[in-house]
């Protein structure tokens, strides 16, 4: 019997998250004991992102669920170099003007706001005004594996980094100062090398974020 099956019926019956029909289509895959095909568990994944798209559930299910989705290459470039500060690593990206998202996979908020209904109209914005995407995880070594998943997972193209304990101090410093350090949260690098924003919208507020980033552009 396969393991994610019984995971989402299980969760469908203590969380009332899975329609009656999809667990019909589920239990029938359970009496052959394999998936012939992926539908039903693409149709699950799909029905819990759509209707709890906050929930805590997330991320074992992400997990358990991709061995079993069909891989879409995602262009991405993972950053393993350990830096010190944020402009040792802005140093890479000379003469290139950033979006940086500030992220973690346990965090909620930050998943729920790379939906691809979010995600995708903001990159093609970015790109039209050729600024890059920066993803900068604080997830700690325990949780590598998951986070290089999770980037698949939620298809993240662009550049990503997992933070070390010394950067992450420069960050507290140059971002938060005395605030506690919390994401996500979304910073904007010129390619003239200011860091212009260390506070800006989310990418949910749609032209908001969009008129803050032309406004940095021309300040």
């Given at each position: 019997?396969?393991?994610?099956?019984?995971?989402?019926?299980?969760?469908?019956?203590?969380?009332?998250?899975?329609?009656?029909?999809?667990?019909?289509?589920?239990?029938?895959?359970?009496?052959?004991?394999?998936?012939?095909?992926?539908?039903?568990?693409?149709?699950s994944?799909k029905?819990y992102?759509?209707?709890?798209?906050?929930?805590?559930?997330?991320?074992?299910?992400?997990?358990?669920?991709?061995?079993?989705?069909?891989?879409?290459?995602?262009?991405?470039?993972?950053?393993?170099?350990?830096?010190?500060?944020?402009?040792?690593?802005?140093?890479?990206?000379?003469?290139?003007?950033?979006?940086i998202?500030?992220?973690?996979?346990?965090?909620?908020?930050?998943?729920?706001?790379?939906?691809?209904?979010?995600?995708?109209?903001?990159?093609?914005?970015?790109?039209?005004?050729?600024?890059?995407?920066?993803?900068?995880?604080?997830?700690?070594?325990?949780?590598?594996?998951?986070?290089?998943?999770?980037?698949?997972?939620?298809?993240?193209?662009?550049?990503?980094?997992?933070?070390?304990?010394?950067?992450?101090?420069?960050?507290?410093?140059?971002?938060?100062?005395?605030?506690?350090?919390?994401?996500?949260?979304y910073?904007?690098?010129?390619?003239?090398?200011?860091?212009?924003?260390i506070?800006?919208?989310?990418?949910?507020?749609?032209?908001?974020?969009?008129?803050?980033?032309?406004?940095?552009?021309?300040?």
């Open positions: 019997m396969e393991p994610v099956i019984v995971v989402l019926v299980i969760m469908g019956k203590a969380f009332g998250m899975v329609h009656m029909h999809l667990q019909s289509e589920l239990m029938k895959e359970q009496v052959t004991g394999v998936v012939k095909e992926k539908v039903p568990v693409q149709l994944n029905y992102k759509k209707l709890y798209p906050y929930t805590a559930l997330s991320i074992r299910l992400d997990s358990l669920l991709y061995p079993y989705l069909d891989k879409i290459k995602v262009d991405k470039t993972i950053l393993d170099k350990e830096y010190k500060t944020l402009n040792e690593l802005f140093s890479e990206f000379k003469g290139q003007t950033l979006f998202d500030l992220w973690a996979t346990w965090c909620m908020p930050c998943r729920s706001e790379m939906r691809m209904e979010i995600l995708k109209p903001l990159d093609v914005e970015l790109e039209k005004r050729n600024i890059r995407k920066l993803y900068l995880s604080v997830d700690d070594n325990e949780r590598d594996s998951l986070w290089k998943r999770s980037i698949d997972v939620l298809k993240l193209s662009g550049y990503h980094h997992r933070v070390g304990k010394k950067l992450y101090k420069d960050i507290q410093r140059q971002v938060y100062g005395k605030e506690q350090f919390s994401v996500p949260r910073l904007f690098w010129r390619k003239d090398g200011q860091l212009l924003s506070d800006l919208p989310r990418p949910s507020t749609g032209k908001k974020l969009l008129d803050e980033i032309d406004r940095l552009l021309n300040y």
